[in-house]
């Protein structure tokens, strides 16, 4: 399942958790490369982890002469922070909830079923086969969860059975005991009036889905509602004519019955209940090409056909990937997506049949790169492998379901759009799970909650650190032998159940090593390592060496963390790696320089979950900014230098990466650094407010829409007069009327709005006219006119604001 989280037109230029400074250092790299300041003690034995070396290419690289500003001459490095960089938590509230114990095995189920729209009704005939689990005692009552139904019948065979219902589960008290491996049937006639739950009717579009996740399908089908066992099971689905019906599995056929249709869908691999579905509208059905002889399917609304097309245009490529990277080829088969109306989710991966929300997937051309649904896309279809091929066998261990559909998003995204991309996907997931500690602290195996399971869902934790998790293991493997992990992991346990220790014992079994620590640290503990850093460089000698030390307030939950962090410092004379080893707290380790380090960076990669303090000079980030071939170096550089408002090096560094870098994503968030910058009147002497703004103007003809939104929205926050608001205004009017994105056009409203104020209504009014995609344009412009707060401006809020919810 995915989270509402794929807003239609969020680029979040800026991380949520700002990266502090790196380094407690030592040197001042000018022009010259004269100066050096000691500001750490100094350090004891050193590291013999030996250091790699990048020679200088052949011919040489000439790198461009790194240009000093005169304000560099004094350049100096900062102190460690003096604040703690984190503060955890408290515990989100619950009681622990253990495991459900299984008293039989559903080996099959088969539902007739029909949805009666005056009653807002369920109307159904299950039979359910079940086992007696293996060295049980006989069983005489058999418990079936099913929510808020009557029961017309229930029986085994022709014998009618005697039975106890209490709202929620319905025990039936067999015939005769179910002994250990025998099976029997029963069938169960029941009607579900006024579904509030499992099943939605959508009136709008005359369509009725379900939705199971966690424990509802029990409201709309009578079932064992639990993750914990697996069973196949098939549905006979009545429509009216003109209507389509999509479930699990492959369409074992369809037939008309008077004024009705049945579709029979059938599942003959064993998975967990909650992956049951049902919808049924009116649908236009679109064949992809298939994938390995596997039919892939669009089920969308008659009128959106290219948006669908749009939306789901990489699912077999996605699939090819998924097969590849875990040498498991797609495990059902079919694959179907479908669009349904108000869902609370983004998407729920059902076997083989993948609810998304059609506000998420049906998009239209002009509002991409912003709104984009491949992610979604891919994260659903992550779950065919993780989530339904393999399942939690309890909701504490969700996160080998969620976390593992978030890391396979990431793989694509990587796969399809590039290295960069996908840094900036770990980047994002990274600081997602800082903020979920920074609220609620804690691991990602977690059993507490207050009423439902959902709740452990969406604290922000089991999706973005359990894709952390996953990806810091793969950078200490390398490819090769992750995912020969991962393939070990996957077919050990194919259409079966797992828990945490399940996948712990793989990556043993593959590696020859423990992964004990790690996973008590990482998984079972709670929390991520700070650290503070700090380096030497002895000019005499040519070396560097790293101290680091872990200051994470430690408790029960929270201790250590025992990583091995990449180094990387860049020279004249080429690019030397090594690694730190921290253990216990600390860890240090140093290498030999051919020449002063230009820049270092702590992390390379940026692979480790973790805050770091590590202060270094406004010259060596400036550097690191223009020549870091990673682009969260050149994200990092641009986060520090927006922490010195004081610094007009530091200015000159980020106004040059709002038109030089290559990476859309770094010039956006250099782009709202100096917007943020710039919206402080107080700074005017220190950075001047026209420099600003002619990079900010510059940045609305980026290439990128996104670029170009956020130059439109940094504008607005400008405390501008005279001829310098004049001439933005002039800007931002012929953006809101001009620019070739919608997106970008009411964020340069919504600027105009908060200059101008009044002045701006004529044109707000007429904008605001217009019914566009997801209300780009009303919804940023109505935040504007409700901040400016003028009578005017509310009464064009009263106006357009309900047709904007």
Not at 1 to 15: D, L
Not at 254 to 266: A, F, L, N, P
Not at 360 to 367: G, K, R, V
């Amino acid at each position: 399942m995915t989270e509402e989280r794929y807003a239609a037109v969020s680029i979040h230029p800026r991380a949520i958790i700002p990266f502090q400074c790196k380094m407690k250092g030592l040197f001042l790299m000018g022009a010259a490369a004269s100066a050096l300041i000691v500001a750490c003690t100094p350090p004891a034995t050193t590291s013999r982890i030996p250091a790699t070396e990048i020679p200088r290419p052949t011919p040489p690289l000439v790198l461009p002469p790194f240009q000093m500003d005169s304000s560099l001459a004094v350049d100096r490095v900062p102190p460690f922070q003096q604040t703690p960089m984190i503060a955890w938590g408290p515990p989100p509230e619950g009681v622990t909830h253990p495991e459900r114990v299984r008293t039989y095995d559903l080996q099959h189920q088969m539902t007739t079923i029909r949805f009666d729209w005056p009653r807002q009704a369920v109307v159904g005939t299950t039979t359910l086969t079940v086992a007696g689990l293996p060295d049980a005692a006989p069983l005489a009552n058999l418990v079936v969860d099913a929510g808020d139904m009557t029961f017309k019948s229930v029986a085994a065979g022709s014998t009618a059975l005697k039975y106890d219902y209490d709202g929620r589960a319905l025990t039936v008290h067999l015939a005769t005991p179910l002994l250990s491996g025998k099976s029997t049937a029963i069938t169960i006639e029941y009607d579900g009036v006024n579904r509030t739950k499992g099943a939605y009717f959508r009136p709008a579009k005359h369509i009725v889905w379900t939705q199971g996740e966690t424990e509802d399908n029990h409201f709309w089908v009578p079932t064992y509602d639990f993750p914990n066992d697996k069973t196949t099971w098939e549905f006979y689905i009545w429509t009216a004519k003109g209507e389509r019906a999509l479930s699990n599995g492959r369409l074992a056929g369809s037939r008309t019955v008077g004024d009705s249709i049945e579709w029979h869908w059938v599942l003959d691999k064993p998975a967990s209940t909650y992956l049951m579905t049902t919808v049924v509208g009116k649908y236009t059905l679109l064949q992809d090409k298939p994938w390995r002889n596997v039919p892939i399917g669009y089920w969308t609304y008659p009128d959106s056909v290219d948006a669908a097309w749009r939306g789901f245009a990489k699912t077999p490529q996605a699939v090819d990937v998924f097969s590849r990277k875990t040498g498991v080829p797609y495990p059902w088969s079919k694959y179907d997506q479908i669009v349904i109306p108000e869902f609370q989710y983004g998407g729920m991966e059902n076997v083989t049949a993948t609810s998304q929300n059609d506000a998420e997937i049906l998009h239209p051309a002009w509002s991409e790169p912003q709104a984009n649904s491949v992610g979604l896309m891919a994260h659903e279809l992550g779950h065919q492998w993780y989530g339904d091929l393999l399942t939690t066998r309890d909701w504490g261990d969700v996160w080998l379901n969620e976390g593992f559909a978030t890391f396979m998003e990431q793989v694509f995204r990587e796969e399809d759009l590039g290295v960069d991309e996908g840094a900036m996907d770990r980047l994002g997931a990274q600081e997602q799970t800082i903020e979920a500690d920074r609220r609620a602290r804690r691991p990602i195996v977690w059993s507490k909650w207050v009423n439902d399971p959902i709740e452990v869902f969406f604290s922000g934790h089991i999706y973005p650190k359990g894709a952390t998790i996953l990806q810091m293991l793969r950078h200490q493997l390398g490819d090769d032998l992750f995912w020969k992990a991962m393939n070990h992991y996957t077919t050990a346990h194919a259409y079966g159940n797992v828990v945490t220790d399940d996948l712990r014992k793989a990556f043993e079994e593959t590696t020859g090593k423990s992964y004990k620590a790690f996973f008590d640290q990482w998984v079972y503990g709670a929390g991520f390592p700070v650290f503070q850093v700090s380096s030497l460089y002895d000019r005499a000698a040519g070396r560097l060496v790293i101290t680091a030390k872990e200051v994470q307030p430690r408790d029960s939950l929270t201790g250590f963390f025992d990583v091995d962090v990449d180094v990387e410092a860049r020279t004249d004379s080429g690019i030397v790696r090594f690694m730190v080893p921290v253990r216990n707290g600390t860890g240090e380790a140093g290498t030999n320089l051919k020449a002063v380090p230009r820049s270092i960076r702590w992390d390379k990669g940026n692979w480790i979950l973790d805050l770091t303090d590590f202060p270094r000079t406004t010259g060596m980030l400036r550097y690191q900014l223009i020549y870091d071939d990673d682009v969260l170096g050149r994200i990092e550089a641009v986060d520090l230098l927006a922490q010195r408002p004081a610094d007009q090096a530091a200015l000159t560094g980020l106004i040059h990466a709002t038109r030089n870098d290559k990476f859309w994503a770094v010039r956006a968030r250099a782009v709202d650094a100096i917007g943020i910058w710039g919206s402080d009147s107080s700074r005017a002497t220190i950075a001047p407010m026209q420099s600003v703004t002619n990079a900010l103007v510059a940045a609305t003809r980026d290439p990128d829409p996104r670029v170009r939104q956020e130059a439109a929205t940094a504008l607005g926050r400008l405390t501008l007069t005279g001829t310098a608001a004049r001439d933005v205004n002039i800007r931002l009017r012929e953006i809101a009327r001009m620019d070739r994105s919608l997106i970008v056009r009411g964020a340069a409203l919504a600027s105009d709005i908060l200059i101008e104020k009044n002045a701006a209504l004529p044109l707000a009014k007429q904008m605001m006219a217009a019914e566009v995609w997801q209300n780009v344009i009303r919804a940023p412009a109505i935040n504007a006119l409700r901040a400016v707060g003028t009578p005017e401006a509310l009464q064009l809020v009263q106006q357009f604001a309900p047709a904007a919810q």
